[in-house]
């Protein structure tokens, strides 16, 4: 059972960094990008041609790819969804699927279905009391951890974090205060985009890199979100980790097959009782 719990606290941090994503953009664009999986595997692919095709460390080609893909995500931002800003979120929501289609089989063309992995060392795991963990393991704890903390001093310490979250609180006062919402939307784009690169990495680490990789996480990364409360970076954090720990402790009762159910009923019930999420604010009705 500690393993079991150990696992789903690593799947947990894993789906951190691309469910703050998630609510980064949502808390500034105001709709769900479902083009978030794609994305992820994208900048996989893109790290393992740089670490398996021309031998680069793969902490070297996860930085190198996580700035490029950040300024992907402004390019994909400015030909996609900005001319479709003043349509809704809705119809963004559309624009996001269609871009995730079209993304997943741009790198199902360039690679095909075989997985692969990245070129690493092999390690020997170690224990520590009962619960086994591997290099991998301990890498995702480190980065993720690193990550979230460099979130939050962005956020909560520097001038472009205190813009971006009053561009997402209220966009006509931000804007009076002299905080245009071009340019934070482009920081938004470009910081959610390393942290999906970096996301989509570890993932590759966890599993082989296919095509697929990173639809397989778009519901649990979603439901992570919706129960932390989208808009709130620590409740993306905490949602994650419940989402993690929840799904992998219903394997001992529950075939692994159906453990995707579990993230689809959090997101049923949370909808139902408390649709703003654990740490979001409440919705105002005019």
Known sequence: MLQTAFNGIVTGIIMTLPALAITLLFGVLKFPNFAVGAMMTVAAYMAFALNAGLGWPLTVATVTVAVVFGGICIVIDWLTFRPLRERGGITLMVASLGLGFVL???????????????????ARPFRFFDIRMNREQMIT???????????????????IGRAMRAVADNPSLALVRGI?????????????????AVGGVLIGMDRAIEPLM????????????????????L???????????????????????????IPLCVIALILIFRPQGLFGQAYIRK
Do not use: H
């Open 104 to 122: 997943e089989n741009l790198a199902r063309l360039a690679y095909g279905n075989t997985a692969r992995s990245f070129a690493m060392e092999l």
């Open 141 to 159: 704890i480190v980065v993720s951890t690193l990550a979230m903390l460099a979130m939050y001093v962005l956020l909560t310490k520097m001038p």
């Open 180 to 196: 245009e919402s071009p340019r934070i939307i482009r920081w938004t784009w470009f910081i959610a985009g390393m942290l999906l």
């Open 214 to 233: 990173g639809s397989s996480y778009v519901i649990s990364v979603f439901a992570a979100a919706i129960l932390g409360g989208l808009g709130s970076p």
């Open 235 to 261: 409740g993306a954090f905490i949602g994650a980790l419940v989402i993690g720990i929840v799904s992998e402790m219903s394997t001992l009762v529950i075939p692994p097959n159906y453990r995707i159910g």
